[in-house]
């Protein structure tokens, strides 16, 4: 539910394999420019789908793009990557930030809503206060906030994705084992997100299924059983 196809050294070749596979993918874009070429990339694979977006960290740079973001948001099924970033480098930019996810929030409820793939790092509580007023629904990617937040989260109603590299730490795995069962999905978030320092790739999801296996003490066919049904039933929300 979260991974940079475009962002690939070869993604047409990702793409191929992510073919031959079966992989589904909601491939994040980071930019509104970036939606054109990203979305030929899912030509032909209905497994494949685009998400609109303009991540928190590039917002200082890429603003003046929400134009842009508004035209093709009545195309756009999915948005994200969108969200905001406390971190060291970026917290400085939070003005602006704020100005460009409040202008998508606003743009999505008019637009009737979407599932949205949301970055929260360093952010979840303002994260989650402006997401009070959403119609669209939020799908939190490798969330890291407190656990206090992630309750506040869950009765919201959010949804989570989680992959390898935030199941491979002990708060992320602690964090993802308080995610009701039937909130959860997987990701990559590749080619950013790494485990045993190698960029993630779309069907490394199988890694996540068996930490998340480990996590909940039951099969891994169950997990994928669990996972599917999530995902049917979230996609059929949207
Ligand atoms: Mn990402």
């Not at 990559?188 to 080619?191: K, L, N, R, S, V």
């Given at each position: 539910m979260h991974c940079h196809l475009d962002l690939y050294p070869d993604p047409h070749q990702v793409a191929a394999q992510c073919r031959l596979n079966g992989t589904y993918i909601l491939?994040?874009?980071?930019?509104?420019?970036a939606w054109a070429g990203t979305s030929k990339l899912a030509?032909?694979?209905?497994?494949i789908r685009t998400a609109l977006g303009l991540h928190p960290q590039l917002a200082h740079e890429r603003h003046s793009e929400l134009e842009l973001f508004d035209q093709l948001l009545p195309n756009a099924k999915y948005v994200g990557e969108i969200g905001l970033d406390g971190g060291k480098g970026f917290k400085e930019h939070w003005a602006v930030q704020l100005k460009v996810f409040r202008h998508a929030l606003t743009s999505i409820n008019r637009a009737g809503g979407r599932i949205m793939s949301i970055h929260s790092r360093v952010s979840a509580e303002a994260v989650l206060e402006e997401l009070k007023s959403t119609s669209g629904i939020p799908l939190l990617h490798w969330f890291s906030g407190t656990r206090r937040q992630l309750k506040q989260a869950v009765d919201m109603g959010c949804w989570f994705s989680t992959g390898p590299a935030m199941l491979s730490t002990k708060k992320g795995a602690e964090l993802a084992s308080l995610i009701p069962k039937n909130r959860l999905l997987t990701e990559?978030?590749?080619?950013f997100g790494k485990y045993q320092h190698k960029s993630l790739l779309p069907w490394d999801v199988d890694i996540a299924v068996k930490q998340i296996s480990n996590i909940w003490s039951v099969p891994e066919s169950e997990v994928t059983h669990q996972l599917m049904s999530n995902f049917r039933t979230l996609v059929s929300n949207g």
């Open positions: 491939s994040i874009t980071t930019t509104p420019k030509a032909n694979n209905s497994r990559t978030d590749g080619p």
